[in-house]
C-alpha cells in the first residue's frame, strides 16, 4: 500500500472513542484492536469516571460495558442522552436476556453486543455506528473553489485532489460543521486528539497553519479564520 492509499485508509477509520470497560483483559483487547484500526481511544475504568468523561468531552462512539463498578452503563446512557449527547453508543455486556436488551435500547443505546465477542465482530459493529452516524450529517461541505467531502473523507481544490492529513481532515470538518462558531485552541484540542495526551495547543497552530498552505488563495482570506485573543472559526461567506 502506498503512502497516498495508507493515508485514506487511515482517515477514512479514524474517530475518537471512549471504552468505559472495567475488565482489565476486555479493555486491552478491544482498546489495542482500536487503536489497530487508527481509532484515537480514551480509556475510563469504572462508571464514575466514564460518565465525567463522556459529559465534558466530545467523542463520536461510546463503548460502554454495562456492569461496572460506582455506576453502571444503563446509568451512563441515560445520564448522556438526557444530557443532549448524540454519539452512538455500543454496549457490551454478559447479560443475553431480552428484558436487558431493551432496557438498553430504551435508554439510548444505538448496538449491542454480548459478551465473550469475537474482535472482528466488534469492530465490524464500530464501523456500523460510524458509518450510520456519519450518514446523516452532511454530505459536502463547500467554500469558494474548495470541496471537503466527510463521507468519502476527500478535499479537492479547483478540482484538484488535496492530501489533507487525518489531524487536518479532522480540524477542518469539525469547524466546518460549525460556521461561524468561534473555538479556542483548547476546545479544538479536546475535540481532535485524545482528552488527556501531552499534546499542547501548539498541535492546533500547526495544523490550521498546514491547512491554509494546501487550500488558501494568495491574497484572499483565509478558510479558517484566526479571531485573536480568542480561538478560530470557519465563516461563512456572505453571497
Known amino acids: 500500500m502506498g503512502i497516498l492509499g495508507f493515508l485514506r485508509y487511515w482517515c477514512r477509520h479514524l474517530a475518537k472513542i471512549l471504552l468505559i470497560e472495567d475488565d482489565p483483559a476486555v479493555r486491552k483487547l478491544v482498546s489495542d484492536w482500536l487503536e489497530f484500526e487508527h481509532h484515537v481511544v480514551e480509556i475510563a475504568e469504572d462508571g464514575a469516571e466514564g460518565s465525567y468523561k463522556s459529559l465534558t468531552f466530545q467523542y463520536d462512539l461510546l463503548v460502554i460495558d454495562i456492569d461496572l463498578p460506582k455506576k453502571n452503563g444503563f446509568e451512563i446512557c441515560e445520564e448522556y442522552r438526557s444530557r443532549g449527547g448524540e454519539s452512538a453508543i455500543l454496549m457490551l455486556t454478559g447479560r ?52 471537503i467531502d466527510p463521507t468519502s473523507f476527500s478535499a479537492t481544490k479547483a478540482g484538484l485532489e488535496v492530501k489533507l492529513l487525518p489531524k487536518e481532515f479532522a480540524l477542518l470538518e469539525f469547524l466546518m460543521k460549525n460556521p461561524n462558531q468561534v473555538f479556542t485552541a483548547e476546545a479544538l484540542l479536546n475535540r481532535i486528539w485524545a482528552s488527556e495526551s501531552d499534546t499542547t495547543t501548539e498541535a492546533i497552530t500547526t495544523c490550521v497553519s498546514r491547512i491554509r498552505k494546501k487550500l488558501d488563495t494568495s491574497g484572499q482570506t483565509s478558510i479558517i479564520r484566526t479571531v485573536h485573543g480568542v480561538g478560530y472559526k470557519f465563516e461563512v461567506e456572505k453571497v
Open 96 to 147: 443475553d436476556r431480552i428484558e436487558n436488551k431493551e432496557q438498553g435500547f430504551s435508554l439510548g443505546a444505538d448496538d449491542y453486543l454480548t459478551k465473550p465477542f469475537h474482535i472482528k465482530e466488534l469492530s465490524a459493529r464500530v464501523k456500523a455506528l460510524l458509518r450510520r452516524s456519519r450518514s446523516v450529517t452532511q454530505k459536502e461541505f463547500t467554500w469558494r473553489d474548495v470541496l
